[in-house]
């Protein structure tokens, strides 16, 4: 039965989503601040900074959320025989973007857990990629 995989799995999309509601609000919080204090972001320069700096902070969280699948790939034995951290992030990585080398496996019913993650995966980077559209209408539209 594949009920403890899939406790595990959802077990882990909960917490990278609240990982990720957190880095959200942080950055628009951050970004309105940013704005509020030292004015709109004018010419292309300052809203392109502000854009990136926005992608990096995004990409901060699934980097973290990527390193939460890692070390439950690499510190539950039962899962993988995962020989080191390296490779846990790696195979978490490749995943997480449904990028999926191959070379890297779960093994058993534990592979339904690579998949969970992968759909993970896809929802937080569709959900990075709106926040971003977000982002950007906002920095290009408070100079109009």
């Not at 004018?42 to 392109?48: F, K, L, P, T, V």
């Not at 592979?111 to 896809?122: D, E, K, P, W």
Request: proline share 1%; net charge positive; hydrophobic share 55%.
């Amino acid at each position: 039965m594949l009920t403890q995989e899939i406790a595990m799995g959802v077990g882990i999309m909960v917490l990278t989503t609240l990982i990720h509601s957190l880095f959200m609000v942080g950055g628009i919080r951050l970004a309105e601040w940013r704005i509020s204090r030292f004015g709109g972001a004018r010419g292309h320069i300052m809203r392109a900074a502000l854009v990136s700096g926005h992608i990096v902070w995004m990409f901060l969280a699934i980097v973290i959320e990527a390193w939460l699948w890692a070390l439950l790939y690499l510190y539950k034995p039962l899962i993988t025989s995962i020989p080191d951290l390296e490779t846990a992030f790696y195979f978490s990585m490749v995943t997480y973007t449904t990028l999926g080398y191959g070379d890297v496996v779960l093994t058993g019913n534990w592979r339904t857990l690579a998949s969970i993650q992968a759909a993970n995966g896809v929802i937080i980077f569709g959900w990075t990629t709106a926040l971003i559209f977000l982002f950007i209408q906002r920095i290009y539209s408070r100079e109009k």
